[in-house]
Nanobody
Framework: QVQLVESGGGLVQAGGSLRLSCTAS?????MAWYRQAPGAQRELVAS???????NYADSVKGRFTVSRDNARRTISLQMNNLKPEDTAVYYC???????????WGQGTQVTVSS
């Protein structure tokens, strides 16, 4: 059974930094971080392919950095200059492209106080 184990998160003041990490129990084409704020839809924050490609939501470009270690099966998200609007539950996601499979972590809370 595939497992995605997340760590990091917590409470930080605006302008502060946090780092999220996720370790997978298998190999995946794409690993990503999504977030969901109360009353909002889940949205992509950043993704990284096994080949090294990355993608970011416009709202986090220049502030967040995603990194992936294929050997350790981990994806990390360094979040700097955090804003109150970054407050959400952050979920680790892993995908196999073919045949398509999609897995989610349990989520970790990030709260940014103003």
């Amino acid at each position: 059974q595939v497992q995605l184990v997340e760590s990091g998160g917590g409470l930080v003041q605006a302008g502060g930094s946090l780092r999220l990490s996720c370790t997978a129990s298998g190999d995946f084409n794409v690993m990503a971080w999504y977030r969901q704020a109360p009353g909002a839809q889940r949205e992509l924050v950043a993704s990284a392919t096994s080949g090294g490609g990355t993608n970011y939501a416009d709202s986090v470009k220049g502030r967040f950095t995603v990194s992936r270690d294929n050997a350790r099966r981990t994806i990390s998200l360094q979040m700097n200059n955090l804003k109150p609007e970054d407050t959400a539950v952050y979920y680790c996601n892993a995908k196999v492209v073919w045949p398509f499979r999609d897995y989610w972590g349990q989520g970790t809370q990030v709260t940014v106080s103003s």
